[in-house]
């Protein structure tokens, strides 16, 4: 059973561009909201990530935007470069039996 | 180097054959995963581990099982009772406990069963 919803499934974004991808969740145990980013044949590798206690956090063009009383957190990519297309996932652990939960990810395609 | 490292990266298995996937890190993570990827599923979560000698199921336990007699070592094997093995398998390790506890994963193992 899926606990952290990701859309959308695909993402076309021109050069230049601002990528934005949305999550959501449930569980109230969760404490810290990673992203990742997979390239194929690959394993995922940690993006950028938050804690509940911050609204916003940013890290060169990639952004985290976190809402706690509505559960949701999303990416942004600004400038957004053929180099970002891949696949990424948000994902959520549960402080209390540190199991981590992905979202069914995005595949983000940038056009030259 | 510290990280994480599984083998093989390919593996090809007759049906109904038992086969087992290595994983060993080398960062002292107390936990550790077993993600099974499919297209248009994400990373669904089979078993994990935080600390020795003790695992928990995931959301996709049925077919798999797992040890972890060693802190470094979370073998899993994908066992004949276990209907569509034919996925690309991720290991992965971190802290554990609360906070900022980064994942890290392996380069993966692509198993097809023929």
């Known amino acids: 059973q899926q606990q952290v919803k990701q859309s959308p499934q695909s993402l076309i974004v021109q050069k230049g561009g601002i990528s934005i991808i949305n999550c959501a969740y449930e569980?109230?145990?969760?404490?810290?909201f990673p992203w990742y980013q997979q390239f194929p044949g690959k394993g995922p590798a940690l993006l950028i990530a938050?804690?509940?206690?911050?609204s916003e956090k940013k890290e060169g063009r990639f952004t985290i935007s976190f809402n706690k009383s509505a559960k949701q957190f999303s990416l942004h990519i600004m400038d957004s470069q053929p180099g970002d297309s891949a696949t990424y996932f948000c994902a959520a652990k549960d402080y209390m039996d540190d199991k981590i939960i992905f979202g069914k990810g995005t595949r983000l395609h940038i056009l030259p | 180097d510290g990280g994480i490292t599984q083998s093989p990266k390919y593996l090809f298995r007759k049906e109904g054959q038992n086969v087992t996937l290595s994983c060993e890190q080398n960062?002292?993570?107390?936990?550790m995963y077993w993600y099974r990827q499919d297209p248009g599923q994400g990373l669904r979560l089979i078993y994990y581990?935080?600390?020795?000698?003790?695992?928990q199921k995931g959301d996709i336990a049925e077919g798999y099982s797992v040890s972890r007699e060693k802190k470094e070592s979370f073998p899993l094997t994908v066992t004949s009772a276990q209907k569509n093995p034919t996925a690309f398998y991720l290991c992965?390790?971190?802290?554990?406990?609360?906070?900022?506890?980064?994942?890290?994963f392996g380069q993966g193992t692509r198993l097809t069963v023929v």
């Open positions: 992965a390790s971190s802290p554990s406990g609360a906070g900022d506890t980064e994942a890290f």
């Open positions: 581990s935080q600390i020795v000698n003790d695992f």
């Open positions: 569980n109230t145990a969760f404490d810290y």
């Open positions: 960062l002292n993570h107390d936990a």
């Open positions: 938050i804690r509940p206690d911050v």
